[in-house]
């Protein structure tokens, strides 16, 4: 504790342990948000994280075949040369371990454990309007005070375990791909079931069946997925990458998406049929996420989308050998990346394996678990082990999962009650002094992570450090500027995304959530700029006090 009082103490009562600023979290945002506060304003910081060490989803999501999706060199900080200079990654996608590795790097290298409590779960946090503090208390009941409060809690940190009849009557083990074992599973021998065909189903199920006796694969939605083509990265080409560190950065801030990419300017239906093949093709083998940056309107025009969507269904024809199996794996429902598109290793290859079974749920659904399996309404499937790969209630859900009450006493739950409201998804009015990294109407998830979250931290410590400089103790979005931006995010959600019915952009995988887009898509450059605006107009939309 030995930051404890450094700067807040006189305001912090006997009862509780008062710092400048708490943060919730100790992944990429709660690790960097933390040296920004320590290392650039000076401030008292605890950051109160519930897992036993670093990594935030990385640290829960150690499932079979868990890989990032955004290219190593860029899934990585930007804010120190050094850091950037001296980590190697060793592949073109991390895989889960080695995303370890380097935030357990990046916690020593910048002395950060010293100002983290881990296996510290926070079950509420209440601003205390008499002190103009944030109090928080942790499931040991620790109370924590402080001036600031940023939620670093993740998109998809709260799991969703669907409701079926019967789980609790299994005889075998389950588990959810966002909450792995530890120790790992050990598949060899084992009928497994997987739920779920999302980008971590995707992931899993090729991993899975090449150690279990068998796979069954429940599906309930195809998905669209394009090949990642994972492989070493060989020493030239990390020395290339470190050469150019300032140039892909510089196009990464430009991008919309925050990938080493940009969007093609042109669009799918301005060129020839066979140009337009040859470009999906050169995408598909060169693989991962840049394949939806072929042409610029695969997001906004149903029938420039249809060209792509057309394509890969066609590469899944050519890829599963049996032709029923196949048609059952193509998606039809939704416009190719309305979903967040998953890449792959080999996934729709599994399908061939003797060894695999596809159960498409769309004509029989589920009925119930059974005490040795999973019943569908065509047949019961004997099983020793079910994977849920189903995902997460996104976005809303970290923050919800709670108590958090602003003035009044006012319950965020009660406030979200018909879905999430934020201004610049960074601050919620009736909520002075909190931030939240990443928070619903901002583009997150719509990004390769760290742009995001690094402008976010940035901005948030600029905010605080000029709040600092003029004397001012509460900032607070007004409900004019919160309603002005539900529905600049919601102008912007004008494309094919919200198409995708079961999509969790839109909560629409989580029975009873409010359907609403959560993710800003108005692309990462406009929103950097949008907000860097706000600041230079000495926070308009924010509500200042000297207390
Ligand atoms: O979750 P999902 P995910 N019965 O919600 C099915 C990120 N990520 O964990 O589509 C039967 O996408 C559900 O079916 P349907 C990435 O942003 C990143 O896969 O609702 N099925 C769907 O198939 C990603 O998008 C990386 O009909 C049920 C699946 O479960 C996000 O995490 C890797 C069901 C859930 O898919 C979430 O991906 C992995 C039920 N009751 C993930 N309930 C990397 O970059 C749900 N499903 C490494």
Not at 303 to 326: G, M
Request: hydrophobic share 40%; proline share 6%; glycine share 8%.
């Amino acid at each position: 504790m030995a930051n404890a009082h450094r700067h807040d103490g006189a305001r912090a009562s006997a009862g509780d342990l008062g710092f400048d600023a708490i943060i919730i979290g100790a992944g990429f945002s709660g690790l960097y948000q933390l040296y920004s506060l320590r290392e650039r304003l000076q401030l008292s910081v605890r950051v109160l994280e519930r897992a036993a060490d670093v990594g935030g989803t990385w640290y829960w999501n150690r499932y079979p075949g868990a890989r990032c999706d955004s290219e190593s060199y860029s899934y990585s900080f930007s804010f120190s040369e050094h850091l950037e200079q001296e980590w190697n990654w060793s592949e073109r996608y991390p895989a889960q371990p080695e995303i370890m590795r380097y935030l357990r790097h990046v916690a020593e290298r910048f002395d950060l454990r010293r100002d983290i409590d881990f296996n510290t779960e926070v079950v509420s946090a209440r601003f205390d309007e008499g002190r103009g503090r944030w109090l928080v208390t942790t499931a040991c009941d620790r109370v924590f005070s402080a001036t600031y409060l940023i939620t670093a809690v993740g998109c998809l940190s709260a799991t969703n375990v669907p409701t079926i009849d019967g789980l609790e009557d299994f005889r075998g083990q389950w588990y959810h791909t966002g909450n792995w074992p530890p120790a790992g599973v050990d598949f060899h021998g084992r009928r497994v079931g997987q739920i779920g065909t999302g980008s971590t189903g995707i992931q899993a199920a090729p991993v899975i069946a090449a150690q279990a006796a068998h796979l069954y694969v429940f599906q309930r939605t195809p998905n669209f997925s394009i090949p990642a083509r994972n492989a070493p990265l060989a020493p030239q080409a990390q020395a290339e990458i470190k050469q150019n560190y300032a140039e892909i950065r510089r196009i990464m801030r430009q991008s919309t998406n925050g990938h080493p990419f940009l969007l093609s300017p042109q669009s799918a239906l301005e060129v020839t049929p066979e140009e337009r093949r040859a470009r999906y093709e050169a995408a598909w083998q060169h693989g991962g996420l840049r394949f939806r940056a072929t042409f610029r309107d695969l997001l906004t025009d149903r029938r420039a989308n249809d060209t792509a969507a057309d394509f890969i269904r066609e590469k899944i024809r050519d890829i599963v050998v049996d032709p029923a199996i196949a048609e059952r794996l193509m998606p039809r429902d939704h416009p190719f990346a309305a979903k967040r598109p998953p890449i792959d290793t080999d996934y729709f290859e599994t399908f061939n394996r003797d060894n695999v079974t596809l159960v498409d749920l769309r004509t029989l659904p589920i009925e119930r678990i059974t005490p040795s399996g999973i019943k569908t309404a065509g047949a019961e499937y004997p099983l020793d082990i079910i994977v849920f790969a189903t995902g997460f209630d996104a976005m809303t859900g970290p923050l919800l999962g709670f108590d958090l009450r602003g003035r009044g006493g006012r319950a965020l739950r009660d406030v979200w009650a018909v879905g999430p409201k934020t201004y610049l998804g960074l601050q919620i009015a009736g909520f002075p002094n909190l931030f939240t990294i990443t928070g619903p109407g901002s583009p997150s998830v719509l990004c390769n992570m760290p742009v995001p979250i690094e402008q976010h931290v940035e901005w948030i410590t600029d905010c605080i450090g000029f709040m600092r400089a003029h004397d001012l103790a509460f900032i607070e979005a007004t409900e004019d500027a919160m309603a002005r931006w539900g529905t600049e995010v919601a102008a912007a959600a004008a494309t094919l995304l919200p198409e995708a019915a079961s999509s969790w952009y839109l909560g629409a995988n989580v029975p009873g959530k409010p359907r609403v887009f959560m993710p800003y898509p108005g692309g990462m450059a406009h929103y950097r700029g949008l907000c860097d605006q706000v600041a230079a107009n000495a926070y308009a939309g924010f509500r200042l006090s000297a207390g």
